[in-house]
C-alpha cells in the first residue's frame, strides 16, 4: 500500500523549532518531487517548501523563507521540514506531498499524487 506519513508535529515556543518528516511506503521517494504544505485554521491550504527528485532544487515561499529548510534522505525514503524561529503565525496542520512535477508545480499543487494525513503544529506561549 502506498502512502505517506508525517511525523515530528507538537506544541513548540516562539522562536523554537521542530522537524517534521515525511515517510513514504510502497514507492521510492527519491523518483518524486515532494512538498510540505500547510493549512491554518479558516485559510486554504499552501505549498511552503518543496525539493524536487533530479536534481535537488527547492522552492520556499517568502513566508518560510530563511527559517525554514527543507532535505532529503533517500536511503531512509524520508524528507524533512526543518522549521526554525517558529511564530503563532506558523500554526497549522502541515502535511507532505509527493507527484511526478517540477518543484514549481509541486508547491503549486491542489491534488493529485501521494498526501500524507498531515500533522498539527501548535506555536504558542
Known amino acids: 500500500q502506498e502512502q505517506l506519513v508525517e511525523s515530528g508535529g507538537g506544541l513548540v515556543q516562539p522562536g523554537g523549532s521542530l522537524r517534521l518528516s515525511c515517510t513514504a511506503s510502497?514507492?521510492?521517494?527519491?523518483?518524486?518531487?515532494v512538498g510540505w504544505f500547510r493549512q491554518a485554521p479558516g485559510k486554504e491550504r499552501e505549498g511552503i517548501s518543496c525539493i524536487n527528485s533530479s536534481d535537488g532544487a527547492t522552492y520556499y515561499a517568502d513566508a518560510v523563507k530563511g527559517r525554514f529548510t527543507i532535505s532529503r534522505d533517500n536511503g531512509k525514503n524520508t524528507v524533512y521540514l526543518q522549521m526554525n524561529s517558529l511564530q503563532p503565525e506558523d500554526t497549522a496542520v502541515y502535511y507532505c506531498a509527493a507527484a511526478s512535477r517540477s518543484v514549481q508545480a509541486m508547491c503549486a499543487m491542489k491534488s493529485g499524487g501521494y498526501w500524507g494525513q498531515g500533522t498539527q503544529v501548535t506555536v504558542s506561549s
Open positions: 510502497g514507492f521510492r521517494l527519491a523518483y518524486q518531487s
